[in-house]
């Protein structure tokens, strides 16, 4: 809780999408002080935004708890998916690459088909993947930003579950990120805040329809991370990135490591059979009774 990076950050800013082994300092993902127990033996899991950040994190955790995994990412997130990659296959597992857009229909179609062609089965699907652009004032979002915004966010995380639920047996998990910002609301994020709100009352509307199915449905709830996410933000200046996260109670923004046990957490049988419903908060200390 003490030792990992705390701003003033180098100031910084990239294009979006972003690429994470740009960022300043380096985002960490490995989790050397977690330890495995085969929680996720002979399963498959399909990642969106499994390429950098958090879903980095969690297709690396899932590896290593013996999961094959399959990462989703856009087309100019390459280099990161190939890096991220490499290190499941260190692992002793399988790593497909899908790159597409998901903010498109066939994307999403493809993303399930694909994974389920190559592995034959799914029984994760971390929805994961999002769009943030920060605007000044409510009225600078536009009807494309606003679009683009639900249908990266909130449209794919639907088009994905309706297109996995033919291959999801009873057992299966599926895991979507949500935010603070959908708890709590964030000044400047009125579009991106409104979709993680929407992603909550999905996940809680979905969990009930598929409680008889077997099926699970849960969501993670970040406060601030060190991802290209924020970096990339349009709307955010050098000098904001470089002070991302000093306003969380722990004065920093969490590391992708920090969010990954969560997830893992939600994707175990072993660990919350039990548990269907729950948007769970990963705040830093940030509470809210939402």
Same mark, same amino acid.
């Given at each position: 809780? $003490?030792?990992?990076?705390?701003?003033?950050?180098?100031? $910084?800013? $990239?294009?979006?999408?972003?690429?994470? &082994?740009?960022?300043?300092?380096? =985002?960490?993902?490995?989790?050397?002080?977690?330890?495995?127990?085969?929680?996720? $033996?002979? %399963?498959?899991?399909?990642?969106?935004?499994? /390429?950098?950040?958090?879903?980095?994190?969690?297709?690396?955790?899932? @590896?290593?708890?013996?999961?094959?995994?399959?990462?989703?990412?856009? =087309?100019?997130?390459?280099?990161?998916?190939?890096?991220? &990659?490499?290190?499941?296959?260190?692992?002793?597992?399988?790593?497909?690459?899908?790159?597409?857009?998901?903010?498109?229909?066939?994307?999403?179609?493809?993303?399930?088909?694909?994974? +389920?062609?190559?592995?034959?089965?799914?029984?994760?699907? +971390?929805?994961?993947?999002?769009?943030?652009?920060?605007?000044?004032? #409510?009225?600078?979002?536009? /009807?494309?930003? !606003?679009?683009?915004?639900?249908?990266?966010?909130?449209?794919?995380?639907?088009?994905?579950?309706?297109?996995?639920?033919?291959?999801? &047996?009873?057992?299966?998990?599926?895991?979507?990120?949500?935010?603070?910002?959908?708890?709590?609301?964030?000044? %400047?994020?009125?579009?991106?805040?409104?979709?993680?709100?929407?992603?909550?009352?999905?996940?809680?509307?979905?969990?009930?329809?598929?409680?008889?199915?077997?099926?699970?449905?849960?969501?993670?709830? #970040?406060?601030?991370?060190?991802?290209?996410?924020?970096?990339?933000?349009?709307?955010?200046?050098?000098?904001?990135?470089?002070?991302?996260?000093?306003?969380? #109670?722990?004065?920093?923004?969490?590391?992708?490591?920090?969010? @990954? =046990?969560?997830?893992? !957490?939600?994707?175990?049988?072993?660990?919350?059979?039990?548990?269907?419903?729950?948007?769970?908060?990963?705040?830093?200390?940030?509470?809210?009774?939402?």
């Amino acid at each position: 809780m $003490q030792s990992e990076p705390k701003p003033p950050f180098p100031k $910084q800013h $990239q294009k979006a999408p972003g690429i994470e &082994k740009r960022l300043d300092p380096l =985002p960490q993902w490995r989790g050397e002080r977690y330890r495995e127990a085969a929680k996720l $033996q002979g %399963k498959i899991a399909l990642i969106t935004g499994g /390429d950098s950040g958090i879903g980095r994190a969690v297709a690396y955790f899932y @590896a290593r708890e013996g999961a094959d995994v399959a990462i989703a990412y856009l =087309p100019e997130e390459e280099s990161d998916a190939n890096e991220t &990659k490499e290190a499941i296959v260190a692992l002793g597992r399988k790593c497909l690459l899908l790159p597409g857009d998901l903010s498109e229909l066939e994307a999403c179609n493809d993303a399930i088909e694909r994974t +389920v062609a190559e592995f034959g089965q799914l029984d994760i699907l +971390v929805s994961n993947a999002a769009h943030q652009s920060r605007k000044a004032k #409510p009225e600078d979002v536009d /009807d494309e930003e !606003f679009d683009r915004t639900f249908r990266t966010n909130v449209y794919a995380y639907f088009r994905l579950v309706r297109a996995a639920l033919p291959h999801l &047996k009873p057992g299966a998990a599926i895991i979507a990120t949500s935010s603070e910002t959908g708890l709590l609301g964030a000044e %400047k994020l009125p579009d991106y805040s409104s979709t993680k709100g929407a992603i909550n009352a999905l996940t809680k509307t979905l969990a009930m329809d598929l409680i008889e199915r077997g099926i699970r449905v849960n969501a993670v709830a #970040p406060g601030p991370v060190w991802t290209p996410l924020n970096p990339s933000d349009a709307g955010a200046s050098p000098e904001k990135v470089s002070q991302f996260g000093s306003q969380s #109670p722990m004065k920093r923004p969490a590391q992708p490591e920090e969010l @990954a =046990p969560a997830y893992v !957490f939600l994707a175990s049988d072993a660990d919350s059979s039990y548990i269907t419903g729950i948007v769970l908060p990963v705040m830093g200390g940030e509470t809210s009774g939402g």
